[in-house]
């Protein structure tokens, strides 16, 4: 799937990012890291409270999922494994999305406040997915993550929603199977050498980079090319953004 939303359920936090051509989504906007503002090249994503091991709150009104989040400890805090904090993955057990740990840990759950509480958990989900589409069709939506079991499979805003098999370990699967690229972000002046000679010498480049970062040569090629004029410059000066990408070399 080349154009779709990736979901990546944790157990503290969902992270939404966007697939464009077969790969993520650039932010085009300063990323913080840490407090500190960065102008790297970093994936668009969007991130919120919601996990495995959200603390839900049935007292409250309407009722509330995260952000705070048992985290690792699920396995020992939340009811379906013996413990004493009504988490997330309770809800999911308890509404038959899953089956996991003990169910009848949660059989005291009311109907009513899981049904509740499953809806608060699908408006989070479908808030975040229409805040990172670009157009207003539906599009794929693919959930990954321990903590896409909280996922319902039907959302407002996904034409489809997916969960590939070994969803819980994509992250890992993802690593192992992803390609090499190279990127090119710079100023030239096509006037002295001409449009076509520039362009051919910036798509070396990146292909250049991409097998300096692994690449296999034979395998790579250009998948993103921005040429954007500049005015108000002497000369005729345009800005080139290229990204070459290849399989790992073995």
């Known amino acids: 799937i080349k154009d779709a939303i990736v979901i990546d359920v944790g157990g503290t936090t969902t992270d939404v990012g966007v697939l464009s051509k077969g790969f993520p989504r650039e932010s085009s906007t300063a990323v913080a890291i840490g407090g500190v503002r960065t102008n790297f090249r970093m994936p668009d994503l969007l991130t919120i409270g919601l996990g495995g091991g959200s603390l839900v709150d049935l007292k409250k009104a309407p009722i509330t999922v995260g952000p705070k989040s048992v985290g690792f400890r699920i396995h020992t805090e939340a009811l379906i494994f013996g413990g004493s904090t009504l988490t997330a993955t309770d809800i999911a057990v308890a509404a038959g999305m899953y089956k996991l740990g003990d169910p009848a840990k949660v059989a005291a ?27 207003a069709g539906d599009v794929p939506v693919i959930v990954v993550g321990g903590g896409s079991i909280l996922v319902p499979e039907k959302l407002k805003g996904a034409s489809e929603v997916i969960k590939p098999e070994h969803f819980e370990v994509a992250n890992a699967i993802g690593a192992a199977i992803a390609q090499v690229s190279g990127s090119l972000d710079g100023v030239f002046d096509v006037a002295t050498k001409g449009r076509d000679a520039v362009l051919a010498e910036v798509k ?12 296999e040569p034979d395998s790579v090629e250009i998948v993103e090319l921005e040429e954007i004029p500049l005015a108000y410059l002497p000369s005729n000066a345009v800005r080139f953004r290229v990204k070459a990408v290849g399989d790992l070399r073995r």
Do not use: P
């Open 109 to 135: 759950l009311k109907k009513e406040e899981t049904n509740k509480t499953v809806q608060v958990i699908r408006e989070m989900v479908e808030e975040v997915i229409d805040k990172m589409k670009v157009s």
């Open 204 to 215: 070396e480049s990146a292909k250049m980079e991409a097998i300096k970062a692994g690449a």
